[in-house]
């Protein structure tokens, strides 16, 4: 039946109508709050690129995790700055490593919040890449053997789940085996398994002081031209045991989102990255769009895609407004 007889608008006429019919609904339940740990006392200290978001010494995490569980926030994901960095990335995987140290003292004092912990190298190393270099590449295997000690280090301290965001082929699997081997059958292993070698990570490389000295990250993370790859990285993460699945970034790829939502039915992370983020807050200092209504846009989009949790620097900021409506 065509107009006149049917006519959308009839749907729109009211706020009461649209409530009814509106088909994705955003909540504070989506998200997840990445954090960046430094080492000292006291330290709040602004990333220029990233206006509202801190790196900030354990105290001061601490603080922050009471007040993201406050607003409803289901968990966090943490992020580490080592006091010294070298080849191997010792502090990565040390039982007294920044993460280790701030997540066992988060635990203490917001024991049901989700604490997500990232493992990769790339923060940690003196050159700045995903794993061990080899003959001026990242030696795949070496690597994968080095995440794993950092993933077990991670589980150890507390953190409820592991995410490697290191693109080293068969990480996850190499990871679930050290974990269940260790007693960790229960810690879930979240994988950006779609990670493109995207510019929008550019704000989060001052963030995390990670960017690589030498070279780039084309030869691990994925070319942004491919969409069926993408689908042959999430199966074999899922066959190695991943328990949720991440695209990222998100909104250059939300067709992947859609994708691997449809074909895997299985729960899918998106990560609005922390470029996504910069071009927003840069917009709306001009005065060029408006902040609240453009990230609620934003991250409507990603979960009408298919995200079940979004990963966002916006988290606070949105649960805010939501838990207002
Ligand atoms: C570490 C890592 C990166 C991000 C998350 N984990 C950076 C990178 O791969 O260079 C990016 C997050 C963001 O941009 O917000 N490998």
Redesign the pocket.
């Known amino acids: 039946m065509n107009f006149p007889v049917n006519r959308l608008r009839r749907l729109r006429k009211n706020n009461n109508l649209r409530r009814l019919v509106r088909e994705t609904q955003l909540s504070v339940n989506d998200f997840i709050y ?1 954090l960046f740990v430094c080492p000292g006392k006291n330290i709040n200290k602004e990333i220029k690129s990233m206006p509202g978001n801190f790196q900030m010494s354990i105290d001061n995490i601490i603080k922050e995790c009471l007040a993201v569980k406050d607003l409803g926030i289901p968990g966090v994901i943490l ?1 580490g700055i080592p006091a010294a960095k070298d080849e191997m990335g010792t502090e990565a995987y040390s039982e007294n490593g920044i993460i280790q140290r701030a997540v066992r003292a988060i635990k203490k004092e917001a024991a049901d919040l989700l604490i997500i912990t ?1 493992v ?1 190298l ?2 940690y190393t003196s050159h700045g890449h ?1 794993g061990v270099i080899e003959n001026n590449d990242v030696a795949n295997d070496k690597s994968c053997a080095l995440l794993a000690k950092q993933a077990i280090s991670h589980a150890t301290a507390g953190a409820d789940i592991v995410a490697p ?3 080293m082929d068969g990480r996850v699997g190499v990871i679930r085996t050290i974990l269940d081997k260790n007693g960790f059958e229960n810690i879930l292993i979240m994988a ?1 398994s779609a ?1 493109f070698n ?1 510019a ?6 001052e ?2 002081d ?3 000295q030498f070279g780039d ?1 084309k030869t691990y ?1 994925m070319d942004p031209a491919n969409a069926e790859e993408a689908l042959r990285e999430v199966q074999l993460d899922i066959n190695e045991g991943a328990d949720i699945v991440m695209v ?2 998100a909104l250059s790829y939300l067709d992947i989102i859609y994708r691997v939502k449809h074909q895997f039915k299985i729960p899918v992370a998106a ?7 910069a071009c927003i807050m840069a917009a709306a200092e001009k005065k060029w769009v408006d902040e609240e209504k453009i990230m609620l846009e934003v991250l409507l989009s990603i979960k009408r895609a298919g995200a079940d949790i979004i ?1 966002t ?1 916006f988290a606070k900021k949105a649960a805010k407004l939501l838990n207002k409506k």
């Open positions: 990445p992020f990232d990769c790339c923060e995903c965001s290191d693109m950006y990670k995207s929008f990570y550019g704000p989060f490389r963030a995390a990670s960017a690589p990250r993370q990222k970034p990560y609005n990255v922390s470029g996504e983020y990963l620097y």
